[in-house]
């Protein structure tokens, strides 16, 4: 989105910065305000899949909920490497994407091309998240809760 932005609009390093802030703003007071309104309303899972629709939700509290309390930081750490990743990749692809539609060179002419394809991806995770079962979140640690006493006879 910043190599679009730059390259059609010519966007500066200010201008870039007070989208930064304008959107951690945004999503800042929509984490405290609104989220706890909608999750008892609304449920998680159709938040899940408004937010992929709108792009604007993480799915990580969904995927914490469904590992015990040891496991919390494997979890946010293999969301953190997968995001990382995805980040690098669509970059990579999307980068090259938008500079090849926004040249002369470009295959045909739709300067809004690789902008549309990241739309029909999110699209495509839209409806993968419709798949999605709920499942019992993890309460507890099982084996503490269920410990025996065996008495020798």
Known sequence: MHYYLK????????????LMMIS??????????LMPIL???????KLLTTGLFVSC?????IALKQVGPNEQG???????GITSVANIISSLIFSPLTALF??????FNFPRFS???????LM?????????????PIVGDKVSSNRCTDTLV
């Open 7 to 18: 390259a059609r609009f010519q966007f500066n390093k200010n201008q870039f910065a007070d």
């Open 24 to 33: 951690g703003i945004g999503a800042t007071l929509t984490q405290l305000f």
């Open 39 to 45: 999750v008892p309303a609304v449920g998680e899972e």
């Open 57 to 61: 939700i993480n799915i990580t509290s």
């Open 74 to 80: 494997m979890v946010q750490g293999c969301l953190s």
């Open 102 to 107: 926004l040249s002369e060179d470009a295959p």
């Open 115 to 121: 902008l549309m394809c990241l739309g029909l991806i």
């Open 124 to 136: 495509t995770s839209f409806f993968l998240s419709l798949m999605i079962r709920v499942t019992p």
